[in-house]
């Protein structure tokens, strides 16, 4: 994805297998076709899908500035059936995915040495709940789409440095093997950055430790990761490609850099750390149109990212790579939401219906982003600069072809129609909708103010100086990503209080509010008192900036020493609250309070969720409440804010217990009486 800057000239607002499968993954990918045939022989009836067939593309390089495809439509074509072009049945694999051109110049894709269109749809496996990546493949290939397109990001599988994380809801091999089953290629898009409006762009915080280091850069710093990093992910997505006898039919080199473009020599860099590593497939890169010329390398595919087709588009993609097919890789079929910044953001159905059927009579492949948005569970959104710094919401619903929760839309039904029109055998039928459910409103009768929650964390660190959250000496030295973090130093009178806190703090003396700080407040006036007091400042990561050069800069918590009427403070006790399911293992074991009434503060609050023998999915909204996060069974669902537009929270059934749930809520500033459950999403 892409944010500010030359997007506004498009229109666009700133965004953003078991045990059994570990024994087949030690065969050959072929050998495992041949155990999924004997074993699920109705996979073979799934991988029936529709590869589209052309017969131009470009205009040839003599014609261009009389005839460009964009300008001028080409002859019906008959409709395709390409059954036999999937990735189960596609035995003889000698030419992986390529470029070609008829005989009057008109390029195109070839799959195996026959004429090929990508239709895709974009999945990111790690916003979707494991069990229901199946469900959400199978309707993106019944909708007509052939491809499945995912990011993959390196902050979550490398969450500390040297630690590598590829199980569950993040088993990259997983997901494509299921892609392959159901006969869908697949194109991986590895980053090292990825933007996809997730924190810090895909990157991981802990290298923000250095203060000299240049991300994506040849900084020696940065490559020197990106290397060990590589070292550990594409040996893991090196068996999975075409000419192995796996679905993977393209990679691309990092993501728009064209809108970075700080260093000549680092894209080349990447690409041959992707070719050195085995990486054998068709190599691209995506950029918007305006800036395609500096994000390109001599000898790979430039694709474009954008909301609406444009004639020049042919144009531009020609003058950087001469006579080429043209892949629109992100087709923005919706856009992402903001906290605090206007309504759930919606995209004209006919506007996708038009467009789309722009690309189908121009003879143009594309990637429907989002196909599928998912969630930003936990604390993995971003953020984006709309004049202030603005957090990117829990949902990523897109309002893409199926929503957050997997649901058919409008959207979906208009590509399939469109799609089925010109394939000569129907679609596959539609998978049934995922059942939903209205729980009975739950009361959280139980607290504990965070003061009190203090002996259940992780000891704290002793520091003379404040250090950011990447800073903090935890997690082998990878300091803390995401959550929240609370330094604590005795004061002994009042006065103007200075820090520099990224993004939201709030203030306390012991255990009394005092104000807030965050980027355009870096005051607070704390009002006289006797003795000695803690002066506690708790401050929270809403989303670390996803695109620019800003997010070099990156750090959160307190960034800069803090003075008492201009004396600097020293002496810190610095507690991480990045509220992992351990945390919440330990939290079981305290004594809770009976709520009585409103809390004002930071308190965590507990009920229980009665679901029945069959959970099923559902969203719960927190009427009266503030600001916090909602954690089912210690899984974080994400964080809710009265100020919109999201108003509800997805809760995917399959992470609920039959009967018995507990529920608990951290909310930072005063507590609602209930949670309210409903059957669909209000945004």
């Given amino acids: 994805m892409w944010t500010p800057g030359p997007r506004a000239a498009f229109g666009a607002a700133e965004r953003g297998w078991s045990s059994a499968r570990r024994g087949v993954l030690s065969l050959s990918i072929m050998g495992f076709r041949h155990f999924l045939s004997r074993c699920l022989s109705w996979s073979r009836i799934l991988a029936i899908f529709f590869l589209p067939f052309i017969s131009s593309g470009l205009a040839s390089p003599s014609k261009l500035r009389e005839t460009v495809p964009s300008q001028t439509a080409h002859p019906p074509e008959p409709r395709y059936n390409w059954s036999h072009l999937t990735p189960l049945e596609l035995k003889n694999r000698s030419v992986g995915l390529g470029t070609g051109s008829t005989v009057t110049g008109h390029a195109h894709f070839t799959l195996n040495g026959h004429k090929f269109r990508i239709f895709g749809g974009s999945i990111h496996y790690f916003r979707v709940p494991r069990e229901y990546w199946r469900d959400r493949l199978l309707k993106l290939k019944a909708c007509g789409l052939n491809t499945v397109t995912t990011y993959i990001p390196w902050n979550l599988h490398e969450p500390e440095r040297g630690k590598f994380e590829f199980s569950g809801n993040l088993d990259l091999e997983a997901f494509v093997l299921m892609a392959w089953e159901m006969g869908l290629w697949v194109i991986l898009r590895p980053g090292p950055y990825i933007c996809a409006e997730i924190d810090l762009g895909g990157l991981p915080s802990w290298l923000l430790q250095d203060y000299k280091s240049r991300m994506r850069t040849t900084d020696k710093g940065f490559v020197e990761a990106v290397d060990r990093y590589f070292d550990h992910l594409v040996p893991r997505m090196a068996p999975l490609q075409y000419r192995q006898g796996g679905p993977v039919i393209a990679f691309q080199v990092e993501n728009e850099y064209g809108a970075f473009n700080m260093d000549k020599h680092y894209m080349p860099y990447l690409q041959e750390a992707l070719l050195k590593r085995g990486v054998v497939e068709l190599l691209l890169t995506s950029d918007v ?395």
């Fill in 289 to 683: 149109p305006t800036e395609l010329p500096k994000g390109y390398i001599k000898g790979v595919l430039a694709t474009i990212n954008m909301r609406k087709y444009f004639k020049d588009i042919p144009k531009r993609l020609y003058r950087v790579q001469g006579n080429k097919p043209i892949l629109i890789m992100e087709y923005w079929i919706g856009w992402f939401d903001c906290w605090g910044l206007g309504p759930h953001q919606f995209t004209n159905v006919r506007d996708v219906e038009r467009t789309v059927s722009q690309f189908i009579k121009y003879n143009i492949s594309f990637n429907a982003y989002m196909f599928h948005g998912g969630t930003n569970f936990g604390f993995m959104n971003g953020a984006v600069l709309n004049g202030i710094h603005r957090s990117v919401v829990t949902s990523y619903d897109y309002d893409a072809a199926l929503t957050e929760a997997g649901d058919y839309t409008e959207k979906y039904f208009i590509l399939r129609k469109i799609l089925g029109s010109i394939s000569e055998i129907p679609l596959p039928p539609l998978p049934d909708p995922t059942p939903k459910s209205v729980y009975p409103d739950v009361s959280l009768f139980h607290y504990l103010p965070l003061w009190e929650v203090l002996q259940y964390l992780h000891a704290p660190v002793k520091m003379s100086v404040p250090v950011s959250m990447e800073n903090l000496p935890i997690n082998n030295g990878s300091g803390q990503s995401f959550g929240l973090i609370l330094y604590e130093t005795p004061i002994c009178s009042g006065g103007c209080l200075h820090a520099h806190a990224e993004d939201m703090a709030q203030v306390f003396l012991n255990d009394s509010v005092l104000g807030i700080l965050n980027e355009n407040i870096r005051n607070v006036h704390i009002p006289a008192f006797k003795g000695c007091q803690p002066l506690r400042i708790l401050v929270e990561n809403q989303g670390r900036l996803v695109f620019r050069q800003k997010m070099l800069y990156e750090r959160k918590g307190l960034t800069d020493s803090v003075s008492l009427n201009k004396v600097t403070l020293k002496g810190y006790t610095i507690y991480s609250l990045d509220m992992k399911m351990d945390f919440f293992d330990r939290l079981r074991s305290a004594t809770w309070r009976p709520i009585t009434g409103s809390y004002e503060g930071p308190a965590f609050y507990r009920g229980t969720l009665r679901a029945g023998p069959s959970p099923k999915d559902t969203f719960l909204s927190l009427p009266d409440w503030n600001y916090g996060f909602v954690f089912i069974n210690g899984r974080n669902l994400g964080r809710y804010w009265s100020i919109g537009p999201q108003k509800t929270l997805y809760l995917p059934g399959v992470w609920l217990h039959p009967e018995d749930n507990e529920i608990i809520v951290f909310e930072k500033i005063m507590n609602g009486l209930f949670i309210r459950f409903t059957d669909e999403p209000k945004l």
